[in-house]
């Protein structure tokens, strides 16, 4: 596995593209896995800023593409830590 930096939504369309060819998976049948449309794929594969996010997760999820936020660590912190309290 490889880490890429993710900016755009076109950036994670270029990334599902990528891999369901590599994989051998048409548009449409992925699209039928995760219950949803050959349409959606389209416009998911294209970078449309619109699209679900839960759709596009279990798309990258179907394909086996892992995916994680890397957040400043004081956001994960306990609020009491947070606000300098004891």
Not at 60 to 65: A, N
Request: no cysteine.
């Amino acid at each position: 596995m490889i880490d890429i930096k993710v900016k755009t939504p076109e950036d994670i369309g270029e990334i599902i593209r990528r891999v369901r060819r590599n994989q051998g998976i048409r548009q449409d049948d992925l699209a039928a896995y995760i219950d949803s449309s050959h349409v959606f794929m389209r416009d998911a594969e294209r970078g449309k800023p619109s699209v679900q996010l839960g759709r596009v997760l279990r798309a990258l999820d179907e394909l086996g593409v892992k995916v994680t936020l890397q957040v400043p660590d004081a956001v994960m912190e306990p609020r009491s830590k947070r606000s300098g309290a004891k």
